[in-house]
DNA sequence: GGGTGCAGTGCAACTAGTTGCATAGCCCTA
DNA sequence: TAGGGCTATGCAACTAGTTGCACTGCACCC
């Protein structure tokens, strides 16, 4: 599993408390690996048992304690480990594409509402990903190391964004032409 | 969940025992989401319980007998509701992104290697899935219904798997020429 | 007659992820 | 001062998915 693997990459990026981490899993990280709360504390619970990472509580005024964590070296080295084993893609489970095929079971008018709306869904989430690259990426040629890294994740985002927006372009186009027949 | 869900598409295009049905996850159903034959057995018995498949025993020679399922009129309901239902897209995970974002925590050359694999997987893929657009769909226009539906599924996977191909390229480009200097 | 391989179904144990709820301190506003 | 919202952590119960194994039957080949 990488949870374990996301969460070290995220807090070797920077330490943090649980907290923290889902908020990162809220933007960034999660743009390419979705976590729960419940989700993270555990497995940092799990980790720490693991002594890929090490924790300590931090007493804040005007607000609850935290535990921040932070990378151990066993931790480093399983990344290490991790980054350099080979992996196999992604299982997928495309919902949407799923309906789309099933679409001539049910009533096609409904489902073209529905696809309008992922759709929308998913230009919004591209429009984020390409203000976040102006933003934080002017000038992505001379980006070298950890940025470098870090937008060529977001490329990956934009250009996965970017694909389905199409396809969900092509299936209205289709399916609205095949409904006026 | 969908795996239900996709399912009865699938058992509504064809009737079938939990093995063909598991074949059919292997290739074009599967390719858009992904399921094990003991997710599928599992699943089907579940279904039979809620009525929405019913299953007779059927002998065969030269084989063992199986179970075939087909679609009852409670799992066509079921069907047709969720597929007018709105649904979130899916939660993303992917573990090639993550290893990309954690690079400058290992090696980076190992992880270009692991990158030019999934090029080259994602490649492959993209072949199959052209290869029977071109057996299967040679005059796209002319489609409708189901097979206009199932042609617009092919079409989101060979668009997907060319984004993975060419983000792939792009990594590969920029994490090599970040090596050189 | 023994091995391989496919068709066919399934249990058991595990790992991973989701959902609902609980708790607790502090801030701000109506 | 009561309620809502944010920070912060966590349990318990559930659903979903994976992995390893076990069994049957037949066909085919050496």
Redesign the pocket.
Same mark, same amino acid.
């Given at each position: 599993?990488?949870?374990?693997h996301a969460i070290l990459v995220s807090l070797d990026e920077r330490s943090g408390?649980?907290?923290?981490?889902?908020?990162r899993f809220e933007k960034s990280i999660g743009f390419f690996w979705?976590?729960?709360?419940?989700?993270i504390? =555990?497995?940092?619970?799990?980790m720490v048992g693991l002594g890929w990472v090490s924790c300590h509580?931090?007493a804040?005024?005007?607000?609850?304690?935290?535990?921040?964590y932070e990378v151990a070296e066993a931790g480093r080295e399983e990344l290490a480990r991790w980054l350099a084993a080979p992996g196999e893609p992604e299982?997928i =489970?495309h919902d949407l594409s799923v309906k789309v095929r099933g679409a001539s079971s049910g009533d096609a008018k409904a489902l073209i509402g529905e696809v309008a709306r992922h759709r929308d869904l998913h230009a919004e989430r591209l429009d984020v990903y390409l203000a976040i690259e102006k933003k934080d990426f002017p000038d992505p040629s001379a980006l070298s190391g950890r940025p470098l890294h870090q937008y060529l994740v977001l490329r990956g985002g934009i250009r996965a964004e970017r694909a389905l927006v199409e396809w969900c372009d092509e299936v209205l186009a289709a399916m609205r032409e095949d409904d006026r027949r």
């Open positions: 599993m990488a949870l374990e408390s649980g907290y923290e981490l889902a908020q979705a976590a729960t709360h419940q989700q504390y =555990r497995t940092l619970k799990r509580e931090v804040q005024d005007g607000r609850p304690d935290k535990k921040v299982t =489970r």
